[in-house]
T-cell receptor, first 112, second 111 residues
Framework: DAKTTQPPSMDCAEGRAANLPCNHS???????VYWYRQIHSQGPQYIIH???NNETNEMASLIITEDRKSSTLILPHATLRDTAVYYC?????????????FGPGTRLSVLP | DADVTQTPRNRITKTGKRIMLECSQT?????MYWYRQDPGLGLRLIYY???????NKGEISDGYSVSRQAQAKFSLSLESAIPNQTALYFC??????????FGEGSRLTVL
């Protein structure tokens, strides 16, 4: 699996957009970018994933650079409930060799 | 009811005891996983199974064993628990295409 690099922590004001970066410079052509988050000590929760096009769902938007070496998860209007650790993972879907490898992630604190 | 259920949610035991953590799922997924999380760290994969007859070691399988009793059930065992196995354990399932679905976690303390 390609390795990812994320800042250890970030702060964001409530109501503002939270932009969480992820570097994955060794990503291969068939690997997707996945984002999960973990609130306190609950089980991680899937947020979004994408290959090369930008993606949006009800939770967030995912912006992937044209060279695919980095991406940004955007929470458009952060709330206090978005305070969590956010994990960026790259892997091939439907893979029997790769698994989801969770690094330490980014601890996002949404401040009132 | 939760899609992925772990039991027990909390367990305190002593060094040398045998412990089993159980996981059951109603997602109908073939793939099941056991992860371990230590404070301030990400999740590390212990074992995974892609179907009932398939068991694979993850990155930290030493000291653990698993059993895939049925498609819906995947158990993690610590044959002789030691204090550095104190951690939060998560079971997860996947259909192999997209996301992982996690249970709520089992907090294990080994004294």
């Amino acid at each position: 699996d390609a390795k990812t690099t994320q800042p250890p922590s970030m702060d964001c004001a409530e109501g503002r957009a939270a932009n969480l970066p992820c570097n994955h410079s060794t990503i291969s052509g068939n690997e997707y970018v996945y984002w999960y988050r973990q609130i306190h000590s609950q089980g991680p929760q899937y947020i979004i994933h994408g290959l090369k096009n930008n993606e949006t769902n009800e939770m967030a938007s995912l912006i992937i650079t044209e060279d695919r070496k980095s991406s940004t998860l955007i929470l458009p209007h952060a709330t206090l409930r978005d305070t969590a650790v956010y994990y960026c993972i790259v892997r091939v879907p439907v893979s029997y060799g790769q698994n989801f490898v969770f690094g330490p992630g980014t601890r996002l604190s949404v401040l009132p | 009811d939760a899609d992925v259920t772990q039991t027990p949610r909390n367990r305190i035991t002593k060094t040398g005891k045998r412990i089993m953590l159980e996981c059951s799922q109603t997602k109908g997924h073939d793939r099941m996983y056991w992860y371990r999380q230590d404070p301030g760290l990400g999740l590390r994969l212990i074992y995974y199974s892609f179907d009932v007859k398939d068991i694979n070691k993850g990155e930290i399988s030493d000291g653990y064993s698993v059993s895939r009793q049925a498609q819906a059930k995947f158990s993690l065992s610590l044959e002789s628990a030691i204090p550095n196995q104190t951690a939060l354990y998560f079971c997860a399932t996947s259909d192999g295409i997209g996301e992982l679905f996690f249970g709520e976690g089992s907090r294990l303390t080994v004294l």
